[in-house]
């Protein structure tokens, strides 16, 4: 089982950066394939970005692919998205996600998620 606890989020200007980590418990993480998805009040979780357990595969949605970078220290335990040239619809709650092995476009296919932090962009 992993505990995920998100941090890093916050206020920025359009066209500003924002870099988001993902803390994992737990003596396993390197076996789990890692994910970014946002969420707005009343809709779906909307994939942002995920990355294999080994790190050697990512995946990104289309509407971040450029400007958003999915990275992993296993050694750390840690998952970071970094995110550039911000604009105001990335404006969501986001969450890391930890599913077994493979990376994954799908938020049913994760188990374990954290608690959520607050990315706002102003314009």
């Known amino acids: 089982q992993v505990q995920l606890v998100e941090s890093g989020g916050g206020l920025v200007q359009a066209g500003g950066s924002l870099r988001l980590s993902c803390a994992a418990s737990g003596p396993t993480f390197s076996r789990y394939a890692m994910g970014w998805f946002r969420q707005a009040p009343g809709k779906e979780h909307e994939f942002v970005a995920a990355?294999?357990?080994?790190?050697?595969?990512?995946l990104y949605a289309d509407s971040v692919t450029g400007r958003f970078t999915i990275s992993r220290v296993n050694g750390k335990n840690t998952v970071y998205l970094q995110m550039n040239s911000l604009k105001p619809e990335d404006t969501r709650v986001y969450y890391c996600?930890?599913?077994?092995?493979?990376?994954?476009?799908?938020?049913?296919?994760?188990?374990?998620w954290g608690q959520g932090t607050q990315v706002t962009v102003s314009s």
């Open positions: 990355i294999s357990w080994t790190g050697d595969r990512t």
């Open positions: 996600a930890a599913r077994i092995w493979s990376a994954s476009r799908s938020s049913d296919e994760y188990g374990y």
